[in-house]
């Protein structure tokens, strides 16, 4: 099935420990987004790539880095100088051509900092 | 300065009822619109997409007000698996990550 994959589903991280989050999409997308949602939020963006081995900063970078070496996947790592990395991450992607293309989510992440 | 504003609700209705959310987006340019569903601790997934001329899709409809810079959906004959957040979409313009709203809270109630 075609789809976007997220793992883990739930993580724990210690204070001052690095964690990735994984995002793998078959769907042949171009564009790949990384989102985070805390309760009773809206979703804010972190990180996105338009393309292979090319990426922008969201509204809420600080604290997150990613790689994008294959056009399937988009991995996000929560550094130690991210101060509140608790909450619930989600990988989209779209087919990153102009006009109306959705975005589609993989199921998340929930990180919780222990 | 928020891009994508949406009344937060909670919006309880009886089953069978109609509700409409509107929504109000500050970017003049953005050019896709979208309407996504969002059910608890889940990831949201897109409801439909918004088109100039509106669009219906079984008992949800929804409108795109480009003067006045709002969107609507309306959602007729209410159901108990209706209930969920929805969440309000735009694309500024060409190849741009999508902006959210915080989301409407639905519950139909029996």
Not at chain 1, 30 to 56: E, H, T
Not at chain 2, 35 to 50: A, F, G, I, T
């Amino acid at each position: 099935d075609g789809g976007i994959t997220q793992s883990p589903k739930y993580l724990f991280r210690k204070e001052g420990q690095n964690v990735t989050l994984s995002c793998e999409q078959n769907l042949n997308h171009d564009a790949m987004y990384w989102y985070r949602q805390d309760p009773g939020q809206g979703l804010r963006l972190i990180y996105y790539s338009q393309i292979v081995n090319d990426f922008q900063k969201g509204d809420i970078a600080e604290g997150y880095s990613v790689s994008r070496e294959k056009k399937e996947s988009f991995p996000l790592t929560v550094t130690s100088a991210q101060k509140n990395p608790t909450a619930f991450y989600l990988c989209a992607s779209s087919t990153g051509g102009f006009g109306n293309t959705e975005a589609f989510f993989g199921q998340g992440t929930r990180l919780t900092v222990v | 300065r928020k891009e994508v504003e949406q009344d937060p609700g909670p919006f309880n209705v009886p089953e069978g009822a109609t509700v409409a959310f509107n929504c109000t987006y500050s970017n003049s340019a953005s050019q896709s619109f979208f309407w996504y569903r969002q059910d608890c601790r889940k990831e949201p997934k897109l409801l439909m997409s918004v088109y100039s001329s509106g669009n219906e899709d079984g008992r949800f409809t929804a409108q795109l007000n480009r003067a006045s810079q709002y969107i609507s959906l309306l959602i007729r004959d209410s159901k108990l698996s209706d209930s969920a957040t929805y969440l309000c979409v735009a694309r500024p313009s060409g190849n741009t990550p999508l902006v959210f709203g915080k989301g409407t809270r639905l519950s139909v109630i029996a």
